[in-house]
């Protein structure tokens, strides 16, 4: 069985990094988690290959940090970004103008497309009438509402550019700021839950939900010009990239920008169709036909594939591992307790962080996430291990000690199947934890069911949101099913 267990392991490792890895010619386009930066995303991907290269996107990877820092790891080649965003956060205090970007830029070894042609900068937002209702204008007019309730995007709190220095420059009073996901909060400001909330000046929203931006009196926000920002060695290894982002330079103007948005965000059409539409009518570049199509089945398949080797993989792994250092706790009672009080400490980590903490060592994708389960799954596997062994009769120990058997004699023959039932039960409790938390991995480009969940959650889309919480949940029951049959086996074995 431990032979099978771990070709199986095996297996699964050498495909999960072929399917991960893919070709070195492949262009690797990434995007941030909000609408308009997928569809940017798409655009790239489909102007590529309606140049004949190679290109994949691998959307809704988080924010700016996580996009960057996978940029300068080359785990994706390419991503668009805003100049306020790469001056007041990404390369703050290293670039004072957009004119700097191209050479400060070139330090790290990248480069940058010409602007796209719109400025999607950030303003304050409230519902006409609401703003109307306590004669709020402008950004200064916040002052005289300290009671207002603010919601901000959870980037937007933490920026260089965002709410702290904003507050700042503008001297407002309001001292508990609530912060969500984006889409999120536009979604509290239309339900009253929260008065004031962070827009982007081209979101689709605005108009949807009826806000308005509020005047930056101060002129305190700077302009947000659409770009790409791209690896050096992408150039390098194929040079027609820049004619290609050179040819998407001013294709996009404000109110293009905002009915794009407005298509996937209140129409509901695909960004993938979105930006297939636009690539091959306004830029009139002939789209490859099979990029643009993908059945709710294969997408399914897919999901589940991505889910299944995430969590397969890092079980075997927690299992291999937590199995042995759970009868190290048993077995020497002193390192027992910093065994147990380790794995205990690892758990204790938000699964969301843990991945994020990930990203650094291993990039993003697969590989982290499925090193950040492996960790979370540690603790059932190794505390039960350990209770397992220790609940055993000391008679029966001390029985085995009399007939002379050697420790892994007595360890495999007796204490371990007498241990099963208690192991096999951590076994399931991970199994069945990892199934649930692998959903974040879409967090980070892991794919699997996390993926509809997340476009779900920002498109606003129940029925995304079911395609992958349904078949997480139904995951979930067989896995609890599975388990039930071994543990009566086990229990089978024993009274026999």
């Given at each position: 069985m431990s032979r099978r267990s771990a070709s199986l392991y095996i297996s699964l490792f050498v495909g999960t990094l072929l399917v991960t890895e893919g070709s070195a010619q492949m262009i690797t386009v990434g995007s941030k988690n909000f609408t308009e930066n997928v569809i940017l995303g798409e655009i790239a991907m489909y102007a590529?290959?309606?140049?004949?290269?190679?290109?994949?996107?691998?959307?809704e990877l988080g924010g700016t940090r996580?996009?960057?820092?996978?940029?300068?790891?080359?785990?994706?080649?390419?991503?668009?970004?805003?100049?306020?965003?790469?001056?007041?956060?990404?390369?703050?205090?290293?670039?004072?103008?957009?004119?700097?970007?191209?050479?400060?830029?070139?330090?790290?070894?990248?480069?940058?497309?010409?602007?796209?042609?719109?400025?999607?900068?950030?303003?304050?937002?409230?519902?006409?009438?609401?703003?109307?209702?306590?004669?709020?204008?402008?950004?200064?007019?916040?002052?005289?509402?300290?009671?207002?309730?603010?919601?901000?995007?959870?980037?937007?709190?933490?920026?260089?550019?965002g709410w702290p220095s904003l507050q700042a420059a503008y001297g407002l009073p309001h001292t508990f700021v609530r912060g969500m996901d984006n889409d999120l909060a536009y979604r509290g400001v239309d339900a009253g839950t929260i008065d004031v909330t962070d827009l982007y000046s081209t979101a689709a929203e605005i108009r949807e939900y009826d806000l308005v931006s509020l005047k930056d009196d101060l002129e305190h926000f700077p302009e947000y010009q659409a770009v790409?920002?791209?690896?050096?060695?992408?150039?390098?290894?194929?040079?027609?990239?820049?004619?290609?982002?050179?040819?998407?330079?001013?294709?996009?103007?404000?109110?293009?920008?905002?009915?794009?948005?407005?298509?996937?965000?209140?129409?509901?059409?695909?960004?993938?169709?979105?930006?297939?539409?636009?690539?091959?009518?306004?830029?009139?570049?002939?789209?490859?036909?099979?990029?643009?199509?993908?059945?709710?089945?294969?997408?399914?398949?897919?999901?589940?594939?991505?889910?299944?080797?995430?969590?397969l993989v890092s079980l075997l792994a927690a299992v291999f591992v937590s199995v042995p250092l759970g009868i190290m706790a048993a077995k020497l009672p002193r390192a027992g307790g910093l065994i147990l009080g380790?794995?205990?400490?690892?758990?204790?980590?938000?699964?969301?962080?843990?991945?994020?903490?990930?990203?650094?060592?291993?990039?993003?994708?697969?590989?982290?996430?499925m090193v950040a389960l492996f960790l979370y799954s540690l603790l059932p596997i190794v505390r039960n291990t350990h209770a397992g062994l220790l609940s055993i009769a000391p008679d029966l120990i001390e029985s085995a000690q009399a007939l002379g058997l050697p420790f892994m004699t007595r360890l495999t023959r007796i204490e371990l199947p007498l241990a099963a039932r208690s192991i096999v039960a951590g076994i399931q409790t991970s199994a069945i934890?990892?199934?649930?938390?692998?959903?974040?991995?879409?967090?980070?480009?892991?794919?699997?069911?996390?993926?509809?969940?997340?476009?779900?959650?920002?498109?606003?889309?129940?029925?995304?949101?079911l395609q992958g919480a349904v078949p997480a949940a139904v995951l979930a029951l067989a896995v609890q099913v599975g388990f039930s049959r071994i543990e009566r086996r086990?229990?089978?074995?024993?009274?026999?």
């Open positions: 590529f290959q309606a140049d004949g290269l190679e290109a994949t996107h691998r959307p996580i996009l960057w820092d996978a940029l300068l790891a080359g785990d994706i080649d390419i991503y668009a970004d805003y100049t306020g965003t790469i001056i007041e956060e990404t390369l703050f205090g290293e670039v004072e103008t957009v004119g700097q970007l191209p050479e400060v830029l070139a330090g790290y070894n990248l480069l940058v497309s010409p602007e796209l042609g719109f400025n999607d900068t950030y303003a304050m937002g409230m519902t006409r009438e609401r703003a109307a209702e306590l004669d709020i204008n402008t950004v200064t007019d916040l002052k005289r509402h300290p009671d207002l309730r603010l919601g901000f995007s959870n980037e937007f709190l933490d920026r260089e550019d790409y920002v791209y690896r050096e060695d992408l150039a390098m290894k194929h040079p027609r990239v820049p004619q290609i982002l050179a040819q998407l330079g001013g294709s996009i103007d404000e109110e293009r920008m905002i009915a794009l948005n407005a298509l996937a965000v209140v129409e509901g059409v695909q960004e993938t169709a979105i930006a297939a539409d636009f690539v091959s009518n306004h830029l009139e570049l002939s789209v490859p036909i099979v990029a643009q199509t993908e059945s709710a089945v294969t997408r399914l398949l897919r999901y589940t594939k991505e889910h299944l080797i995430l969590v380790t794995v205990g400490v690892i758990y204790t980590i938000p699964s969301l962080a843990l991945l994020v903490f990930m990203i650094p060592l291993l990039g993003i994708g697969g590989p982290p996430a934890l990892n199934v649930g938390t692998a959903t974040l991995g879409a967090l980070i480009g892991a794919g699997g069911y996390g993926q509809p969940i997340l476009t779900g959650i920002r498109l606003a889309d129940t029925s995304l949101i086990v229990m089978a074995h024993e009274l026999g």
